[in-house]
């Protein structure tokens, strides 16, 4: 049992491209993916962006730690906080860290030494003591990751390539689905798929519709494209996600109403350090 219930989660950096800190970001927070999902005994991290740095910093009180990572994609933003994770420096640790998107034509432990390389980085990821173990797939496939953790995967539409996930144990589901462009018009069949009647799914909301013009084939979606895919897929709670850095908390607040409105009841706007309980 773990201090919050059996299966809950958390989010640590709900920002998409660029760390934003500061005072007018300060209510939905300003770091970069990460979110942190327990399933009992067992540790879920999704992403490792500038949020998982102070994830860090909370889990050191619990050594030792036996947690799996998967990353959605590997652009900067979603890693760059890889070396600033300190239970990476103790040996008593054990991390299994997961990639869909990269297959052939990379693997997850060598895009992530390139970024720990000079000169754009000072030290190799040699310096890690925690024992690292590096798990490539094709995106599409399923894990029963920890007994009784079923994760199962799918392929989004982004550059480079992105992997979106569920997470279902003892008959509850939360999906994680960022980095994602979606078809105007066209709902995503492999995403609503995978999400059909999840508790949650957290999703790529960078935009607005009336923004996303502007924005055609960076790789993101809009809140308003996560709550027809939510209604599509009986989705319970659309969650709000990977906001755009541009967007101050008075802009959030404006999409947090407007969306209620829309979805009653059955939508929220991912806020740093706020818990979300699927398992009490």
């Known amino acids: 049992m773990s201090e919050h219930g059996e299966f809950w989660f958390r989010f640590w950096g709900v920002r998409g491209s660029i760390p934003c800190p500061g005072p007018e970001t300060a209510i939905y927070g300003g770091n970069t993916s990460c979110v942190e999902v327990r399933c009992g005994p067992y540790i879920i991290i999704?992403?490792?962006?500038?949020?998982?740095r102070p994830l860090g910093v909370h889990?050191?009180?619990?050594?030792?730690?036996?947690?799996?990572?998967?990353?959605?994609?590997?652009?900067?933003?979603?890693v760059i906080g890889f070396p600033f994770f300190v239970p990476f420096f103790n040996p008593r640790n054990k991390f299994k860290l997961w990639a869909g998107h990269l297959?052939?034509?990379y693997t997850l432990r060598?895009?992530?030494?390139?970024?720990?390389?000079?000169?754009?980085f000072p030290v190799p990821l040699d310096i890690v003591q925690a024992e690292l173990t590096f798990k490539d797939f094709p995106a599409g496939e399923s894990f029963e990751v920890r007994p009784g953790v079923l994760v199962?995967?799918?392929?989004?539409?982004?550059?480079?390539?992105?992997?979106?996930?569920?997470?279902?144990?003892?008959?509850?589901s939360v999906c994680y689905i960022t980095d994602t462009e979606h078809v105007e018009g066209h709902l995503d069949e492999q995403i609503i798929g995978l999400v059909e009647g999840?508790?949650?799914?957290?999703?790529?909301?960078t935009y607005t519709d009336e923004e996303y013009p502007n924005f055609?084939?960076?790789?993101?979606?809009t809140w308003q494209e996560g709550v027809r895919l939510a209604d599509a897929a009986n989705v319970k709670t659309l969650v709000i996600f990977?906001?755009?850095p541009a967007h101050k908390d008075e802009v959030m607040d404006r999409i947090s109403a407007e969306a209620e409105r829309m979805r009653p009841g059955g939508v929220m706007v991912a806020k740093e350090k706020i818990i979300q309980t699927l398992i009490p």
């Open 46 to 52: 999704l992403d490792g962006g500038s949020g998982l």
């Open 59 to 78: 889990l050191m009180s619990q050594s030792p730690i036996d947690a799996d990572i998967f990353y959605s994609h590997t652009h900067l933003d979603h």
């Open 103 to 105: 297959v052939p034509e």
């Open 110 to 120: 060598g895009v992530l030494e390139m970024m720990l390389t000079p000169p754009l």
């Open 152 to 172: 199962r995967t799918v392929a989004l539409n982004h550059p480079n390539n992105a992997t979106g996930y569920r997470i279902e144990y003892k008959g509850r």
């Open 198 to 205: 999840a508790d949650y799914m957290i999703y790529d909301a």
């Open 216 to 221: 055609r084939t960076w790789g993101h979606s």
């Open 242 to 244: 990977h906001h755009d």
